[in-house]
């Protein structure tokens, strides 16, 4: 229960954060670190306190069913892998938040900086504690999201948009393939849980669809962890403010790819196409970033570039397909996480005290940042690998893996070269930031005077880089331990014997790393000249800038061959659109019956009732007339398509649905207004009767059309013929019967398969309306209505005098004489609906009503109020924020959901049971009554946004003809 309960803290303690970061005053400056850095300590705490069970051998887990049926549930799990990433999250997050409270200016949005920061560590301890393998991709893909955020947190900067641009379209395709790969493993293995994937290793890699998991799930790896060739997104990352730069490249993120890769080393390594594909993009990050980073001229950049060699490092090591590969890469992504961000905070405090990170403007800088250089040459020197330091043990162990033999190939013999050149590389580009920043003659003409950063914003690096010190030096009581716990977890009984000794003798494996440290340095003194006066970017590759090629395949893809399948199947014309799809679906449905037979049966036409048939005969007539009178007619149209949906509702009723009825009923009212409303500015379509009019191209179009709405129609006509006319098969519909007041605690079988059985699909369609009217309202705050539909209606022209008369009257307020007594009852009518809508509310649950009823109903009301009183006169008398209605009511239906979680069921369980009230006696409650309350607010708040998009309309109009004759006058 201890682990339940914490796990489930870890997850939402960040995003509870987030919420409230999100809603402080911007001058809360304090306030926001206070926040941001108690629950990093509280994510580290709790996380600390785990260990005690983990190191026992165990996992700890907890389970809430979301939809079993399916195999997806929250499964939240932490071994010792997970516990690792888990403290170091928590750990480096912390350290990040006081960085950042001095690196931020005040002149920052501060609380939305805190905001995105808590989300994107929630979304990756998300990622390292699911045990489920969708959860992960849903986690994986929050990440990309609120990585892009924060990498376009300054949003003013061309830069920072473009960047996170790329890193969101990179990443996110990279999540869509995960989840493609993830899905191919729930088939294999018969589940998502992580610990059953785990135990299939021999099932998945057996089965014939091994090689696109693999080639799925890599891609979601190595996009993210900005490896090749996706590597260019991360340099491009760097327009991002330095504490998001440290803690992506330290401890999320980019690490979220080699963590999944090591994750699910068990399941996919050790075949010719893992060795492969993971060892040639790790071998070709880890020399080509190395080689990249040392001619950056950006302290940032290099960085970006070095992260890019050192997670190569790490691929390159899970590919070998060793156990031994693999304890060298998990202990390397410990190392790699302290040294980097101590680096990026040092390139902060650089940036943030001097006012450039350019290398070539920077020099001398020890004698006046003496405390903040020595702690960045210590950090640099774990980067390049120098002994005593934690980098020196794990590339050491990295060089001992290169040097085996793991498979009879080409890219085997070369891992150990690639292995000193890359290490080479990472020793000249170390030697290079140090040399060029700390070193040389005195700055000038830099912005800042430079000076010592603020003792807790260097407080945060001299950690980092202690550790750096400590692990280098007694590796075995430091870190050995907790490295052994992640080791254990991730290869089980495979886990080989290792040492952390500094020393093992004169071996090879050392005589790489002097060899490269040597290089290195050479390499640095014949560059030196030439780095000081190059352009950036190193040379052969100078013109191969993977940002270009990124935007080159941008253009390709949205601009030429989105364009081109625009112009073959796209118009602006509605008309061509709809008879494509119409044919599309006419062919689709077509070519099954033609290849297996039609047969529509027999229909007996004894039992057909006469008045029904006249019933449907006039909804026919009302709909051929409604499409008809479409063209030039299109109130009339509008009113007979009413006709026809009041036919549609006595049919419900004539075949015993009346929640069917009552719904298309209330809808009609409310589109049938919303339609108006839209009509009013559409321009006007005049027929031209004059004999010449019509073309001959014009008529065979209409010929055309016609034929093709004919042959659909009487198609859709002979399928459902065909359908109706056979026995009925087999349905579920007794099983909702016999269940629906016995575990739903509802008579109202519709109302209760909707809020209790199918509860999950309701809160997917609310949520899919609450979308559309947000894009709705999007849409029509930038509309602007035709030139020819400016003008007043007709009906009100007539009360131009009056208008005129009243020069107090508020724009907008345009009720007319004409309209009075009709607004008098409307405005009556206010409260009668809205205890219509609260008794369709209250008795849906056994009779016909219910949320969704109740919810139209009360959006009608508010629609008479507008139509009554006219749209400011209503707005200055009532609140109605209908923004805030959507909100509430998704939010309160997926707490409502989540409240079964705490019993220990499965998501939108509901409960139902009779309370005994005083006075009143036994009354029947069920808890799908409150889903059905937040469905009742979505309904109301979306149909009212999309009622103000279009009454607003007015207000513009109103106001600018008020503004033009006003200008007028005055110019008169």
């Given at each position: 229960m201890m682990g339940d309960t914490s796990l489930l803290l870890m997850i939402v303690m960040p995003f509870v954060g987030s919420l409230i970061a999100g809603f402080l005053p911007s001058n809360a400056r304090?306030?926001?670190?206070?926040?941001?850095?108690?629950?990093?300590?509280?994510?580290?705490?709790?996380?600390?306190?785990?260990?005690?069970?983990?190191?026992?051998?165990?996992?700890?887990?907890?389970?809430?069913?979301?939809?079993?049926?399916?195999?997806?549930?929250?499964?939240?799990?932490?071994?010792?892998?997970?516990?690792?990433?888990?403290?170091?999250?928590?750990?480096?997050?912390?350290?990040?938040?006081?960085?950042?409270?001095?690196?931020?200016?005040?002149?920052?949005?501060?609380?939305?900086?805190?905001?995105?920061?808590?989300?994107?560590?929630?979304?990756?301890?998300?990622?390292?504690?699911?045990?489920?393998?969708?959860?992960?991709?849903?986690?994986?893909?929050?990440?990309?999201?609120?990585?892009?955020?924060?990498?376009?947190?300054?949003?003013?900067?061309?830069?920072?948009?473009?960047?996170?641009?790329?890193?969101?379209?990179?990443?996110?395709?990279?999540?869509?393939?995960?989840?493609?790969?993830?899905?191919?493993?729930?088939?294999?293995?018969?589940?998502?849980?992580?610990?059953?994937?785990?135990?299939?290793?021999?099932?998945?890699?057996?089965?014939?669809?091994?090689?696109?998991?693999?080639?799925?799930?890599?891609?979601?790896?190595?996009?993210?962890?900005?490896?090749?060739?996706f590597h260019f997104w991360l340099p491009n990352a760097m327009a991002a403010p330095t504490p998001v730069s440290a803690y992506l490249h330290s401890a999320t993120m980019v690490k979220a790819g080699v963590f999944l890769m090591a994750r699910l080393w068990p399941v996919l390594a050790g075949s010719q196409e893992w060795f492969w594909l993971v060892g040639l993009a790790g071998m070709m990050s880890f020399v080509l970033g190395a080689y990249f980073a040392i001619f950056q001229q950006d302290i940032k950049g290099l960085l970006a570039y070095s992260t890019i060699s050192h997670l190569g490092l790490i691929t390159m090591l899970l590919s070998l397909g060793s156990p031994l590969g693999a304890v060298a890469a998990i202990f390397h992504m410990m190392n790699h996480a302290t040294f980097k961000a101590s680096l990026f905070m040092a390139a902060g405090i650089i940036d943030h005290e001097t006012g450039t990170r350019d290398i070539r403007r920077l020099s001398g800088l020890f004698r006046f940042m003496p405390i903040t250089a020595t702690l960045a040459m210590v950090a640099s020197a774990a980067m390049a690998g120098v002994p005593l330091l934690n980098g020196f043990l794990s590339k050491e162990m990295f060089f001992a893996e290169a040097v085996e033999t793991h498979q009879i190939s080409i890219l085997d013999t070369a891992a150990p070269y690639a292995a000193v050149l890359g290490s080479a590389f990472a020793v000249a580009y170390s030697i290079r930031f140090i040399h060029g920043v700390f070193f040389g003659p005195p700055p000038e003409d830099l912005p800042h005077t430079p000076h010592e950063a603020p003792f807790l914003m260097r407080f945060p690096m001299q950690l980092l880089v202690l550790a750096c010190l400590i692990v280098g030096i007694v590796p075995g009581?430091?870190?050995?331990?907790?490295?052994?716990?992640?080791?254990?977890?991730?290869?089980?009984?495979?886990?080989?014997?290792?040492?952390?000794?500094?020393?093992?003798?004169?071996?090879?494996?050392?005589?790489?790393?002097?060899?490269?440290?040597?290089?290195?340095?050479?390499?640095?003194?014949?560059?030196?000249?030439?780095?000081?006066?190059?352009?950036?970017?190193?040379?052969?590759?100078?013109?191969?800038?993977?940002?270009?090629?990124?935007?080159?395949?941008?253009?390709?893809?949205?601009?030429?061959?989105?364009?081109?399948?625009?112009?073959?199947?796209?118009?602006?014309?509605?008309?061509?659109?709809?008879?494509?799809?119409?044919?599309?679906?006419?062919?689709?449905?077509?070519?099954?019956?033609?290849?297996?037979?039609?047969?529509?049966?027999?229909?007996?036409?004894?039992?057909?009732?006469?008045?029904?048939?006249?019933?449907?005969?006039?909804?026919?007539?009302c709909a051929l007339g409604a499409a008809y009178q479409a063209k030039f007619h299109r109130l009339a149209a509008t009113i007979l398509l009413g006709g026809a949906g009041l036919v549609t509702c006595l049919t419900f009723l004539w075949l015993s649905a009346p929640d069917l009825a009552l719904t298309q009923l209330l809808v009609e009212i409310v589109t049938t207004v919303l339609l108006l409303l839209g009509l009013r500015w559409l321009p006007k379509r005049f027929e031209d009767k004059?004999?010449?009019?019509?073309?001959?191209?014009?008529?065979?179009?209409?010929?055309?059309?016609?034929?093709?709405?004919?042959?659909?129609?009487?198609?859709?006509?002979?399928?459902?013929?065909?359908?109706?006319?056979?026995?009925?098969?087999?349905?579920?519909?007794?099983?909702?019967?016999?269940?629906?007041?016995?575990?739903?605690?509802?008579?109202?079988?519709?109302?209760?398969?909707?809020?209790?059985?199918?509860?999950?699909?309701?809160?997917?369609?609310?949520?899919?309306?609450?979308?559309?009217?947000?894009?709705?309202?999007?849409?029509?705050?930038?509309?602007?209505?035709?030139?020819?539909?400016?003008?007043?209606?007709?009906?009100?022209?007539?009360?131009?005098?009056?208008?005129?008369?009243?020069?107090?009257?508020?724009?907008?307020?345009?009720?007319?004489?004409?309209?009075?007594?009709?607004?008098?009852?409307?405005?009556?009518?206010?409260?009668?609906?809205?205890?219509?809508?609260?008794?369709?509310?209250?008795?849906?649950?056994?009779?016909p009503g219910g949320g969704f009823v109740a919810g139209v109903a009360m959006a009608a009301a508010f629609i008479l109020q507008y139509m009554a009183a006219g749209t400011v006169w209503v707005e200055d008398r009532l609140r109605v924020l209908p923004v805030n209605w959507i909100g509430f009511g998704l939010l309160f239906a997926a707490l409502v959901g989540m409240g079964s979680w705490i019993f220990g069921y499965p998501f939108l369980t509901s409960h139902s049971q009779y309370l005994e009230l005083p006075l009143i006696g036994a009354v029947p409650a069920a808890t799908a009554a409150l889903f059905d309350l937040g469905v009742f607010s979505l309904v109301v708040g979306a149909t009212v946004l999309m009622l103000i998009a279009l009454a607003h309309q007015s207000i513009r109009r109103l106001r600018a003809s008020r503004i033009a004759a006003e200008a007028a006058s005055e110019g008169a």
């Open positions: 304090n306030a926001e670190v206070w926040l941001a850095g108690a629950i990093a300590l509280g994510e580290l705490i709790l996380a600390s306190a785990a260990y005690p069970a983990i190191a026992a051998g165990g996992a700890i887990r907890a389970d809430l069913e979301w939809i079993p049926t399916l195999g997806l549930n929250f499964t939240l799990r932490m071994d010792g892998f997970a516990w690792l990433f888990a403290m170091l999250i928590s750990a480096i997050g912390f350290l990040v938040v006081l960085y950042a409270r001095y690196y931020m200016s005040a002149e920052d949005p501060v609380p939305r900086f805190f905001s995105f920061l808590l989300a994107f560590m929630g979304a990756m301890l998300g990622i390292v504690i699911s045990g489920n393998l969708i959860l992960l991709v849903i986690f994986w893909e929050m990440t990309s999201i609120f990585s892009f955020l924060l990498i376009g947190y300054w949003h003013h900067n061309a830069s920072a948009r473009d960047g996170a641009r790329m890193a969101l379209t990179v990443t996110g395709i990279g999540g869509l393939t995960l989840l493609a790969g993830v899905l191919l493993v729930g088939h294999i293995v018969g589940s998502y849980d992580l610990e059953r994937v785990l135990a299939s290793g021999d099932l998945i890699r057996s089965h014939e669809l091994y090689v696109p998991v693999l080639i799925l799930i890599l891609l979601g790896a190595l996009t993210k962890s900005a490896q090749f060739p009581l430091t870190i050995g331990p907790f490295l052994h716990t992640a080791v254990t977890s991730v290869l089980s009984p495979a886990t080989p014997q290792y040492s952390l000794s500094v020393w093992h003798g004169f071996t090879l494996p050392l005589i790489m790393s002097v060899v490269a440290l040597v290089a290195g340095a050479i390499l640095y003194l014949l560059l030196k000249g030439y780095l000081a006066r190059c352009e950036e970017g190193p040379p052969v590759f100078r013109k191969l800038k993977g940002q270009r090629i990124f935007e080159r395949a941008m253009v390709t893809v949205s601009w030429r061959w989105a364009r081109f399948i625009e112009s073959q199947l796209g118009t602006r014309r509605l008309q061509p659109q709809l008879r494509l799809l119409v044919l599309v679906a006419f062919v689709a449905a077509f070519w099954p019956l033609y290849s297996l037979g039609f047969d529509p049966g027999r229909l007996n036409w004894t039992n057909t009732d006469p008045i029904f048939a006249a019933i449907w005969a006039i909804g026919i007539a004059s004999t010449d009019a019509v073309t001959i191209g014009a008529r065979l179009r209409r010929v055309r059309d016609f034929v093709t709405a004919i042959t659909v129609g009487l198609g859709v006509t002979l399928i459902s013929y065909a359908v109706m006319t056979r026995a009925p098969p087999a349905t579920i519909a007794d099983y909702f019967l016999q269940n629906a007041y016995s575990e739903g605690g509802g008579k109202n079988v519709v109302n209760v398969i909707l809020v209790d059985f199918r509860g999950f699909d309701t809160f997917g369609e609310i949520t899919v309306l609450g979308v559309v009217a947000l894009t709705v309202f999007a849409l029509l705050r930038r509309f602007r209505p035709a030139p020819d539909s400016v003008e007043r209606p007709e009906q009100q022209r007539i009360q131009k005098d009056f208008d005129e008369a009243r020069p107090d009257r508020e724009a907008g307020d345009t009720v007319s004489d004409y309209l009075l007594v009709p607004s008098v009852i409307m405005q009556w009518l206010f409260p009668v609906v809205i205890v219509l809508a609260a008794y369709l509310f209250l008795r849906g649950h056994d009779l």
